[in-house]
């Protein structure tokens, strides 16, 4: 028979120690994490504090201090550059086609995460919330269009591209049709955005004869 020694196994001292609240940045990444993840899941309608609380292991007076509305914590996490979009970079690749190919790949690779999930619903209902729509676009997708836009007149200075077909609305063309494909598909591939680089982007900006 084991002796009584009047100690708690360390095993039963570790099962009923009380779990750690997380602290500062940790904390801030799991809040923003768990808002994501459960957009992603559901829809703006049901998001609410005391259901991200609880997945971010703090209570909801955490995030009420920080965020009045769910809406300026959406905003938050799809634009911390650790848990949503950031701001993108350009992939110096050298050449047109590699540019695109690889910007608007990392872009579709996103949307498939659970950040990139959670724009989904954003997206569908923004007849809903036209305000959340606007700054969404504004902070998330239009930075995606002004750097394309970048690469493409980097391509006019290499003789890549025409510079008459260099303009905000042609940028604009292959972070939408991936965002389409995106809603309509949920995943797009990397042969897709080939397809779309090859077969829309490039023949688009491709240099034409002086008229």
Do not use: N
């Amino acid at each position: 028979m084991p002796a009584i020694t009047g100690q708690v196994p360390a095993s039963s001292r570790a099962a009923a120690a009380p779990v750690a609240r997380r602290r500062g940045a940790e904390l801030t990444r799991a809040i923003y994490q768990a808002t994501l993840e459960e957009l992603a899941r559901t829809s703006f309608e049901e998001l609410a504090f005391d259901k991200i609380a609880p997945l971010a292991g703090t209570g909801k007076s955490a995030l009420y201090r920080r965020w009045s509305t769910p809406e300026q914590l959406v905003l938050a996490a799809l634009t911390d550059p650790s848990t949503g979009f950031g701001e993108p970079t350009a992939p110096g690749t050298g050449s047109l086609r590699g540019d695109l190919t690889t910007l608007l790949g990392g872009f579709a690779r996103v949307l498939d995460e659970p950040r990139g999930r959670a724009l989904r619903p954003l997206l569908i209902q923004r007849a809903r919330h036209p305000e959340l729509f606007d700054e969404v676009r504004r902070r998330v997708i239009l930075p995606h269009q002004r750097l394309l836009l970048t690469i493409l007149q980097a391509a006019v200075d290499r003789g890549e591209a025409d510079p008459r077909c260099v303009t905000p609305l042609v940028a604009s063309v292959g972070p939408r049709l991936v965002i389409a494909d995106s809603l309509e598909h949920e995943t797009v591939g990397q042969a897709r955005v080939r397809s779309i680089v090859d077969e829309v982007l490039l023949p688009l900006t491709a240099p034409r004869l002086p008229r």
